[in-house]
């Protein structure tokens, strides 16, 4: 493979203590053939202010617009784009340097629209941190385990181009869980290729979207269903029995680890019982669940 153009989007909103170290690991990288577009979504801290130490960069473009969250930030990245694979890299996460170098070979194979990765795990100080693997992660056709457990971390994912233009850009009216419903889009219609490599850096830290778990998922519940309902033979009743099932009991256990709460939590493991009552874990959380109260 020659040296395509990587276009690397960073959306970015009030978090000038990390974006710097952001946009450094995607300028380090090993593949040089790249262009960086940060689109700066109304931020009113001193974002603005670390950005402009890049305005002499030739492969950096800084897009400024009014808050208009997430998903449309990415879609103006994406639009603004040139080069034939897409990668995003959060403002408060960062890329080891041969990402893009590692990732870039498997996209030989034409079928191939997404290659992913591993990533390491660090708190707010920057100190690793452990945090255990429970997903198998696969590569192929991957729609059957995706729609159970999204296990694609979304800072590793490379994109082919051909995927935005043929299955569609970011949900703009969802404000979480955007990820998923792209990967379960994509995966209708291309292969996945899982890179058993660790090329990012995920941080752990309170100012993150992904804290408020009972937002994530009352969207991943509508991303579910959307999905479901828009592709109704995508997958066997079986699998879809078992991804509601494990939705519920996913989100139950979540509220009774928050909230230290017992009704609540039992009536969504009871619907994931109902969904699927072969569903092991379902079982094994009820049981976790009922052994706490007595």
């Known amino acids: 493979m020659s040296s395509p153009l990587i276009s690397v989007i960073i959306a970015v909103y009030n978090t000038d203590q990390y974006i710097s170290q952001a946009v450094d690991s995607v300028l380090a990288q090993s593949w040089e053939n790249i262009e960086l577009i940060i689109v700066n979504d109304g931020s009113t801290d001193n974002t603005q202010k670390e950005l402009d130490k890049y305005l002499g960069d030739e492969r950096v473009r800084v897009l400024s617009t009014c808050n208009n969250g997430q ?24 890329w080891l340097p041969r990402k893009l170098e590692q990732q870039m070979s498997a996209f030989v194979n034409p079928l191939i629209g997404v290659v992913y990765s591993d990533v390491f795990h660090i708190d707010e100080a920057g100190n690793d941190i452990y945090i255990e693997k429970t997903q198998t992660c ?44 792209l990967w379960l889009r994509y995966s209708m219609d291309w292969e996945f290729y899982y890179l058993p490599e660790k090329t990012y850096v995920y941080r752990v830290w309170g100012g993150q979207m992904s804290s408020n778990f009972r937002g994530r998922y009352e969207y991943a519940l509508r991303i579910l269903k959307k999905f479901i309902e828009t592709y109704p033979n995508a997958v066997p009743p079986s699998v879809q029995n078992r991804a509601w099932s494990d939705m519920y009991v996913s989100r139950g256990m979540s509220v009774a680890s928050s909230d230290k709460s017992f009704f609540e939590p039992l009536k969504d493991l009871l619907a ?9 874990s379902a079982w094994k959380s009820m049981a976790k669940l009922l052994l706490r109260r007595v």
Not at 272 to 280: M, N, V
């Open 138 to 181: 696969k590569s192929g056709k991957i729609t059957d385990s995706l729609i159970i457990k999204n296990y694609i971390p979304f800072g590793t994912a490379l994109v082919r181009r051909e995927c935005f233009e043929t299955s569609g850009l970011f949900d703009e009216s969802l404000p979480m869980g955007i990820d998923w419903d």
């Open 71 to 94: 998903p449309k930030a990415k879609n103006i990245g994406i639009k603004n784009s040139r080069g034939q694979f897409i990668g995003f890299c959060d403002a408060d996460d960062f």
């Open 272 to 280: 994931g019982l109902r969904h699927d009552w072969t569903y092991k």
